[in-house]
């Protein structure tokens, strides 16, 4: 399959998950097992909620878990030693005070995340 044919993951998953009408997919990633607190999932942002669902269930819709992006406080890991690189990991608090990190593994798809997640991304503290 040439990548030009290849759906995208942003696409594939905007077509699977609960969506409010006129809500838009931002973005998606593949997380890997030992880059997260919710093990090996897929994640995405749209412009209301954050998305997630295992893996090896994403392409089923009943396997979606939502938080509305106005009820979690979102946190970006600690940078690089010198500050220099873009964060890849993410944490995100739940208004119950439970919580659960993922980290991206690539700078690409973090900027992505980041620019997804606006003004409530908050510095790690």
């Known amino acids: 399959m040439s990548p030009k044919v290849m759906t995208s993951l942003v696409a594939k998953v905007g077509s699977i ?7 838009r997919v931002l973005c998606a990633a593949y997380v890997s097992g030992s880059g ?56 995100v608090l739940q208004e119950d005070g439970s919580a659960f990190f993922f980290e991206l593994d690539q700078k690409k798809e ?9 003004r409530r991304l908050a510095a790690r503290r």
């Not at 090996?40 to 997630?52: E, G, K, M, P, T």
């Not at 973090?110 to 606006?118: V, Y």
């Open 17 to 23: 998950v609960p969506r409010e009408s006129g809500e």
């Open 110 to 118: 973090a900027k992505e995340f980041r620019r997804a997640f606006g």
């Open 36 to 91: 997260s607190s919710i093990g090996s999932a897929v994640i995405a942002v749209s412009d209301r909620h954050l998305f997630f669902a295992p893996r090896s269930a994403f392409l089923s819709r009943g396997a979606w878990r939502t938080r509305r992006l106005d009820e979690v406080h979102i946190e970006s890991g600690s940078r690089g030693a010198l500050g220099l690189a873009v964060s890849r990991r993410f944490e």
